[in-house]
């Protein structure tokens, strides 16, 4: 081999080793531009599961017993004695009248009619009995030979209540704690 080939043999590996230096060279900057995904990473992540509480309210329904109660109002109960005297020339009604009830007290009217030569004349008397007490309630008219009749146009009411069962859905509310959850990654 002559000096100028040796001389372009050595230009040739020159220009060799030069082109594999600069592809070397641009392989490194396009690795150094690449995704991370495709580069593996140097730093490794710790990741961990964060839990954050949070309250909301609910609202459910609940069976609930509850007592309906049917009210009426009626008469308390009594017991009447009668009684009819005369005297001189005056005509007595007496009538006895005695709460039966253990509770109620109040306002009781009687009425007495006295008929004489075919007239009626009536008289009111009235007065407040306690429970389970008894009253004497009379009415006079002048004349002998009238007759008298009485009758309570006046009773206190009471009123009677029967209890029924039943069931009733009401609404209730309650707190719930719930946890919302995210990755808290370092």
């Not at 991370?36 to 069976?63: A, F, L, N, W």
């Not at 005297?85 to 009248?97: A, D, G, K, L």
């Not at 009536?122 to 002998?144: G, L, Q």
Request: with cysteine.
């Amino acid at each position: 081999m002559n000096e100028y080939e040796k001389r372009v043999l050595v230009i040739l590996v020159s220009i060799l080793l030069l082109l594999t230096l600069v592809l070397i060279i641009i392989s490194l900057q396009i690795l150094s531009f690449a995704s991370p995904d495709t580069v593996p990473q140097t730093k490794s992540q710790i990741c961990r599961q964060v839990s954050i509480p949070y309250t909301i309210t609910e609202t459910y329904y609940e069976q609930v017993p509850i007592t309906r109660r049917d009210c009426y109002e009626d008469h308390l109960d009594y017991r009447v004695y009668h009684d009819t005297s005369r005297t001189n020339s005056i005509t007595s009604c007496h009538i006895t009248i005695k709460n039966l009830d253990y509770s109620k007290s109040g306002e009781w009217t009687v009425r007495f009619d006295f008929y004489h030569n075919g007239e009626t004349t009536s008289k009111y008397d009235s007065a407040y009995i306690d429970s389970r007490e008894t009253k004497e309630f009379k009415a006079s008219v002048w004349e002998t030979d009238a007759s008298c009749s009485a009758r309570v146009i006046k009773v206190p009411l009471k009123r009677f209540c029967n209890k029924q069962g039943d069931y009733e859905q009401v609404p209730k509310q309650r707190q719930i704690i719930k946890y919302a959850s995210y990755q808290d990654c370092n």
